[in-house]
């Protein structure tokens, strides 16, 4: 599976963004997907999960309320949409997915994941 994350830019605090996840393959809907991010000098840290069918969802403490991961089965690709953006959540978004049998797992640890997207930058200016 090949991920291609995209809908980065630059922001001012208080801007919304919304980033997009694609996959290459129908299958995707067999994936439990997560979001993570790293800024310079930090490791990769979580931000939201979302299992295969979308049922259930789990977010880091410092986004819950701003952000809302979703997917769409029919179209290979998990959403990221973030709200009340803040300098804080500066850095490099990554998408990640991992292929799985069960369907209510959520996974929040990158060594979770299998495969991964390039990452996009996202800026929010204070």
């Known amino acids: 599976v090949q991920l291609q994350a995209s809908g980065g830019g630059l922001v001012q605090a208080g801007g919304s963004l919304r980033l997009s996840c694609a996959a290459s393959r129908r299958a995707f809907s067999d994936h439990a997907v997560g979001w993570f991010r790293q800024a310079p000098g930090n490791d990769r840290g979580f931000v939201a999960a979302?299992?295969?069918?979308?049922?259930?969802?789990d977010y880091t403490d410092s986004v819950k309320g701003r952000f809302t991961i979703s997917r769409d089965n029919a179209k290979n690709t998990v959403y990221l949409q973030m709200n009340n953006l803040n300098p804080s959540d500066t850095a490099v978004y990554y998408c990640?997915?991992?292929?799985?049998?069960?369907?209510?797992?959520?996974?929040?640890?990158?060594?979770?994941?299998?495969?991964w997207g390039q990452g996009t930058l996202v800026t929010v200016s204070s």
């Open positions: 990640a997915s991992k292929r799985t049998i069960l369907t209510a797992p959520l996974y929040i640890l990158p060594d979770d994941y299998h495969y």
């Open positions: 979302i299992t295969r069918g979308g049922g259930r969802t």
